[in-house]
Nanobody, 124 residues
Framework: QVQLVESGGGSVQAGGSLRLSCAAS????????AGWFRQAPGKERRFVAA????????SYADSVEGRFTISRDNAKNTVSLQMNSLKPEDTAVYYC?????????????????GGQGTQVTVSS
């Protein structure tokens, strides 16, 4: 059983940056692929980025490609999301996720574990 705890959310003006972190415990996190999702009010939870267990493979949603960077530190059991050039439409609760299989299904339900989320608010 893997527990995931997100941190680093907050409020920022458009064009600014934030770095989210996700701390994992309770399992061999280095054997899990990790990802980030977000959910805006009244909308479904959507995929943002994913990284393979060894950090070699990454994937991004088109809406964040070139602005967000996912990374991980298996020695510290953490995964991070660096968010630059933030836009008001990036406002959402951001969730960390983990799963053991890498495949082309980026729906939230396809991930085995998820955190409680951290709020990101971008003002114009």
């Amino acid at each position: 059983q893997v527990q995931l705890v997100e941190s680093g959310g907050g409020s920022v003006q458009a064009g600014g940056s934030l770095r989210l972190s996700c701390a994992a415990s309770g399992g061999t996190f280095s054997s899990y692929h990790a990802g980030w999702f977000r959910q805006a009010p009244g909308k479904e939870r959507r995929f943002v980025a994913a990284i393979s267990w060894n950090g070699v493979r990454t994937s991004y949603a088109d809406s964040v490609e070139g602005r967000f960077t996912i990374s991980r530190d298996n020695a510290k059991n953490t995964v991070s999301l660096q968010m630059n050039s933030l836009k008001p439409e990036d406002t959402a609760v951001y969730y960390c996720a983990a799963r053991q299989v890498w495949y082309n299904d980026y729906s939230w339900r396809s991930w085995n574990y998820g955190g409680q989320g951290t709020q990101v608010t971008v003002s114009s």
